[in-house]
Nanobody, 119 residues
Framework: QVQLVESGGGLVQAGGSLRLSCAASGRTFTSNSMGWFRQAPGKEREFVATINWSTSITYYADFVKGRFTISRDNAKNTVYLQMNSLKPEDTAVYYC????????????WGQGTQVTVSS
């Protein structure tokens, strides 16, 4: 199992930036990739971005392309989400998640960090 702790959320004005961090611990050697998801009040959780630990291949949801960047620091077992040009509709709780090598699903989740973008 992998434990995940997110940080970096907060309140920012529209057009501003935030960088989220997700520190992984435990059986991190079993991880294939890490993802960021978000859930706004009254809405379903949605995929934001993912990165592969080994290849650094990334994928993004269309609504964040060109604004958000996912990156990783293997030495620190940490994944980042740089969020620029934030919009009020980006307001949500952001979660990081771990996908093990043997699974097609994200099995481990962090507690989430609140991002609020004011207009």
């Amino acid at each position: 199992q992998v434990q995940l702790v997110e940080s970096g959320g907060g309140l920012v004005q529209a057009g501003g930036s935030l960088r989220l961090s997700c520190a992984a611990s435990g059986r991190t050697f079993t991880s294939n990739s890490m993802g960021w998801f978000r859930q706004a009040p009254g809405k379903e959780r949605e995929f934001v971005a993912t990165i592969n630990w080994s290849t650094s291949i990334t994928y993004y949801a269309d609504f964040v392309k060109g604004r958000f960047t996912i990156s990783r620091d293997n030495a620190k077992n940490t994944v980042y989400l740089q969020m620029n040009s934030l919009k009020p509709e980006d307001t949500a709780v952001y979660y990081c998640a771990n996908r093990p090598r043997w699974s097609s699903e994200y099995n481990d989740w962090g507690q989430g960090t609140q991002v609020t973008v004011s207009s």
